[in-house]
């Protein structure tokens, strides 16, 4: 019996050893990864050739088991315990008395629920008894044989755990536990009881919900910044993927975007903790982004204006909606109406004003003016005007994009509606819009920037009225030249180009959609 202590107690300091040396990484472990340590009270039982040789002792009697294991993964885990137990003697008939009996196992073991409050688990592995109470057999003998038993783990905290379970030990050798060799071939020790599992981690606070922090309304072509608010004090790390709607995606906490297309998206981020995955989504719509307001076109409805006769004022104008108006007719007098007629009763030459503002949607700039002179005129003598025919129409502005980008600036639009202005004179001109880009950057992606500037370009033409027959578009992708000296950069600007060439339209060329 001093050779069995000795080992029990040897036993027991290695197994404490090894789990205080190992407890001190625990604190760093990840979520799935941690020790444990496990203890459990039970009552014990022997299935074998002699279970009617002492029909006068109970069938039951007690065992303690303690152990240690290590939290692969949500599902698996390994382990080693080692219990004490006593059994019935088996070795003759008419004994009274208890055999103890020392059992060590590994193990592995499988939660079928692990993210619930409740899991059955199974477990399976190779254990190990020390015998030799016998009379017969004396001293101190290891026999080997699988282990197999079923629980249930009741989660009460992330570190305390209790459960339930049934395990059986086989003991191989049939002969080993009670001196008799039977038709089953192997002899079973049973520990059918209930005890406490410590987690060797932190408390775990998972993700409770996610907030998606950003605008809902965005703007083709300009980068949106969406963020992730975590709720829940969440702890240990939580992983933050992105899922645009329009094929782009992203990680981290905070994301940016930039859409190309007008229309309706769903922004996703799922969030990854260790209870597992959670959707968070958002719509979001795309718009073109507001042009600020700009005046094409200011004039009168007739070319003769005359005194104590009403004279209607026309303005075109670009932008966004809402604008305001502000005319001032050059007598004093003042309006707000946006295709206002005013009456003159003086004979004169008079500058007519007009302020356009769209800096409630388009910002800050969002401001133009604009002015006329013309002459208002006595009726009494009669004046004869002789048209001249107009002159050809040979050259139109050129713009000039900035780096990256298809919208039109206010010095673009300038330019544009200049060459609006040119082309309603010239009913029967056409347009033929040739866009390029620089060479920086991949030139299938320049070849499709170009394009997409040559539909801003032909959009802005059909706004303010030019009929769409007569424009053609063309997006010719990059310029593989050198950068003109004194070009400003970055990139070469004068290589972003999108070129308005006129051409009669009875010449055949420049007609359509393009």
Request: hydrophobic share 35%; glycine share 10%.
């Amino acid at each position: 019996m001093s050779q069995q202590r000795y080992m029990l107690h040897l036993l027991i300091a290695i197994a404490l050893i090894s789990v205080s040396s190992l407890s001190a990484f625990s604190q760093y472990a990840q979520d799935r990864n941690y020790f444990y340590l496990k203890g459990a009270a039970a009552l014990s039982s022997y299935f074998g050739d002699l279970n009617s040789v002492n029909s006068d002792e109970p069938f039951f009697s007690y065992a303690l088991q303690g152990g240690f294991g290590y939290q692969l993964s949500k599902n698996i885990a390994f382990g080693a315990n080692y219990r004490v137990a006593d059994y019935p003697r088996t070795d003759r008939p008419g004994l009274s008395d208890y055999t103890r009996s020392h059992t060590t196992d590994i193990y592995t073991a499988y939660s079928f629920l692990p993210n619930r409050l409740i899991s059955p688990y199974a477990l399976a592995g190779i254990g190990m008894t020390f015998y030799g109470t016998y009379d017969t057999n004396p001293g101190f003998n290891p026999v080997f044989g699988p282990v197999a038993g079923i629980g249930l783990d009741v989660r009460l905290t992330d570190q305390i755990t209790v459960f339930v379970h049934g395990k059986m030990d086989f003991i191989i050798d049939d002969e080993a536990m009670d001196m008799k060799r039977g038709a089953a071939g192997f002899d079973a020790l049973g520990f059918w009881g209930a005890g406490v599992r410590v987690n060797l981690r932190s408390s775990f606070r998972p993700v409770t919900r996610v907030r998606i922090a950003g605008p809902d309304v965005v703007h083709v072509g300009e980068p949106v910044s969406y963020q992730a608010a975590l709720e829940g004090n969440p702890s240990g790390p939580v992983d933050v993927r992105w899922f645009f709607g329009d094929g782009n995606r992203a990680i981290g906490q905070t994301a940016l975007n930039i859409y190309l297309n007008t229309g309706t998206f769903t922004v996703t981020v799922v969030t990854t903790d260790r209870r597992g995955d959670r959707e968070t989504r958002k719509e979001i719509r795309v718009i073109e982004p507001p042009v600020k307001a700009s005046i094409i076109r200011l004039s009168t409805k007739e070319r003769l204006n005359t005194i104590n006769e009403p004279v209607e004022f026309i303005a075109e104008v670009a932008g966004t909606e809402p604008v305001d108006y502000r005319w001032e007719f050059g007598d004093g007098t003042t309006s707000d109406e946006k295709f206002p007629v005013h009456t003159y009763e003086a004979e004169g030459t008079y500058t007519i004003t007009l302020r356009v503002d769209n800096s409630t949607v388009a910002g800050k700039n969002g401001r133009h003016e604009r002015s006329i002179i013309i002459d208002v005129y006595d009726p009494t003598p009669v004046e004869i005007e002789i048209e001249e025919p107009a002159p050809e129409l040979t050259e139109l502005n050129t713009i000039y994009f900035r780096m990256g980008s298809v919208q039109l600036d206010g010095e673009s639009i300038r330019s544009l509606s200049g060459n609006v202005e040119l082309l309603m004179e010239h009913a029967d001109y056409c347009v033929q819009v040739d866009v390029f880009t620089d060479s920086v950057g991949d030139p299938a992606l320049n070849l499709r920037l170009s394009e997409q500037r040559a539909r801003a370009v032909e959009r802005f033409y059909i706004e303010q009225g030019i009929d769409p027959g007569r424009i053609r578009k063309t997006g010719l992708g990059e310029i593989n030249e050198p950068c003109p000296a004194g070009d400003p950069g970055p990139g070469c600007r004068e290589h972003r180009r999108a070129e308005s060439i006129p051409m009669r339209c009875d010449a055949g060329r420049g007609v359509g959609g393009g």
